[in-house]
């Protein structure tokens, strides 16, 4: 009789086979999501080459079937390979803050610290619990029915005025919090919110992260304990648990903030070189950049033989128009089929200038879309 292993992994290969029957090219909006992608990755790891990087994307997409087949498959959390700390994730002596990512599949957390008796309360925003809290309900409730399991289970929707106080509440009251604290598209920086924001270092550019977890962690005195997932090449699910991270109630609290916050994205930083197409935060990190100061052009200079910048701008041509993309400020242009084409055929044309007129020229290079 075949293993639940194998079932398991018999299950992904139909997903994968599925998954590969469609023409993703064609699919709506992904020329713009690739390129976004793009863009992060080449902003924050510059090293892997731009030709890597719809492989990536297209790796991501498949994990992301994998994330939710794991979701709806009440075994798949009794399968995942533990590494690290794997103490911090059996029933513990007290709450633990589990700071997590949304690399691999990684969901399974929630399931394999409920399976395991841990009273646990997941934090979301609202728009991820308008989406994704009855499932993640439902799942949590089959668990409980299949191994009679007694322990407690709540969703936080942060984005309640009252979230923080529910939270200090629940931690006082024994029960664990599980985070996720490389963000998500609705936690992006406001404005006004300045002072719930830190910048932590984060390959090659600094992100702005939010200190909550920090600063519940040095109120309450409850450790964090940061857990990595990952799956293997071999589609095995693995959750690496780390040392947690524990505050000294004396210190700065600003500065415990900040250096426990360095300390999950570095942690962070190692697994996510290592398997950078299972990282669903390429698809809105830009909202976490901290913006660079502007590199000033040097006005006046001309270019002797201009060319299209393809480091900095990309053309994505989409339906409705021509579309150029500035990977380093993340704006779209709307340009017209005539300049789209004059961009791609530069070296046929004796006269930029003389083709587009010495107003638009400058605009053009001043813009860095010609150099």
């Not at 911090?88 to 700071?99: E, H, L, N, S, V």
């Not at 997941?122 to 994704?132: D, F, I, K």
């Not at 005025?161 to 919090?177: C, F, P, V, Y």
Request: with cysteine; hydrophobic share 35%.
């Amino acid at each position: 009789m075949p293993s639940a292993q194998h079932l398991y992994k018999q299950e992904l290969a139909r997903c994968r086979e599925h998954f590969e029957r469609v023409n993703l090219r064609k699919e709506r909006g992904y020329l713009m999501k690739f390129t976004t992608f793009s863009a992060n990755v080449e902003n924050i790891m510059p090293f892997i080459p731009r030709s890597s990087h719809e492989r990536l994307f297209q790796e991501l997409l498949l994990q992301q079937v994998f994330t939710t087949f794991d979701q709806q498959c009440l075994t798949a959390g009794d399968l995942v390979k533990f590494r690290g700390a794997k103490e911090a994730i059996t029933k513990p002596d007290g709450p633990r803050i589990y700071c997590t990512y949304h690399l691999g599949s990684y969901r399974l957390l929630t399931s394999v610290l409920f399976r395991r008796g841990v009273d646990c309360v997941l934090l979301v925003g609202s728009n991820m619990n308008r989406h994704q809290g009855d499932d993640m309900l439902e799942h949590i409730e089959a668990l409980r029915q299949k191994h009679g399991l007694t322990n407690v289970f709540r969703i936080v929707d942060t984005g309640q005025a009252s979230a923080g106080l529910t939270i200090l509440r629940e931690l006082k009251a024994g029960r664990s919090l599980i985070v996720y604290v490389d963000g998500s598209p609705e936690t992006a920086p406001q404005p006004g919110e300045e002072d719930k924001l830190l910048s932590v270092r984060f390959g090659q550019r600094n992100v702005l992260t939010r200190k909550g977890v920090g600063y519940l962690s040095h109120t309450s005195g409850v450790p964090i304990v940061p857990v990595v997932s990952y799956r293997q090449p071999d589609l095995t699910n693995v959750l690496h648990c780390l040392d947690p991270i524990r505050p000294i109630r004396q210190s700065d609290r600003e500065m415990y903030c900040r250096e426990a916050m360095q300390q999950l994205y570095d942690a962070f930083w190692s697994y996510l070189t290592r398997y950078p197409g299972q990282w669903e935060g390429w698809n809105y990190i830009q909202s976490f950049l901290e913006p660079e100061l502007p590199k000033h052009a040097m006005y006046g200079r001309r270019p002797e033989h201009p060319a299209f910048n393809e480091d900095r701008y990309t053309l994505c041509d989409l339906e409705q128009a021509p579309i150029l993309f500035d990977r380093r400020l993340y704006q779209t242009y709307e340009i017209t089929e005539d300049l789209r084409d004059l961009l791609l055929n530069l070296n046929t044309i004796d006269s930029v200038e003389g083709v587009v007129g010495e107003e638009m020229f400058e605009e053009l290079v001043e813009m860095e879309i010609l150099h």
